[in-house]
């Protein structure tokens, strides 16, 4: 490994360890429940490329935890989106952790058609050209997530 991938590396598992301490301190904060388990699938989420799936993410847990099974998962994915801990990506059908869940946004992705990778934007430009629109329709907008589909530049090379 090169030395600059094995200081991304570390620079990622870092990055993790910091983002689960703070997702531990926000349940804790927020009176919600961030059990073990919850812990080790949103570690697994947080070490996904991109987004991933349910049961992506099952098969993952199998290997650090030989009982798990399908509702384990989703219950812990129901956790994640109702506190803030995570997004769905509805066009494909996967979950991306949110590293932002301490306040509130609206979720922006570009997702990557070819290697499958997502990366969460906030472009209150966006927001605020969707609100006025809804504004003018007299629509209140409860959630909002925008998904862009197209290739990453590590692909279009």
Excluded: W
């Amino acid at each position: 490994m090169h030395e600059v991938e094995a200081l991304q590396l570390e620079t990622q598992i870092q990055e993790h360890k910091e983002l689960l301490i703070k997702a531990q301190l926000y349940c804790k904060k927020t009176g919600n429940r961030f059990t073990p388990i919850r812990q080790k699938i949103y570690r697994l989420l947080l070490e996904a490329e991109g987004s991933i799936g349910a049961y992506d993410l099952l098969d993952k847990l199998k290997l650090i935890d030989s009982n798990a099974k399908p509702p384990t998962v989703y219950r812990a994915l129901d956790f994640f989106l109702n506190v803030g801990l995570a997004h769905k990506v509805a066009s494909t059908n996967t979950y991306k952790a949110c590293k932002h869940f301490d306040c509130a946004h609206m979720a922006q992705f570009l997702i990557c058609d070819k290697c499958g990778d997502v990366k969460e934007i906030h472009s209150k430009g966006i927001s605020d050209s969707l609100e006025a629109q809804a504004a003018l329709h007299a629509f209140k907008i409860n959630t909002q997530t925008i998904e862009a589909h197209g290739t990453c530049h590590r692909c279009s090379n």
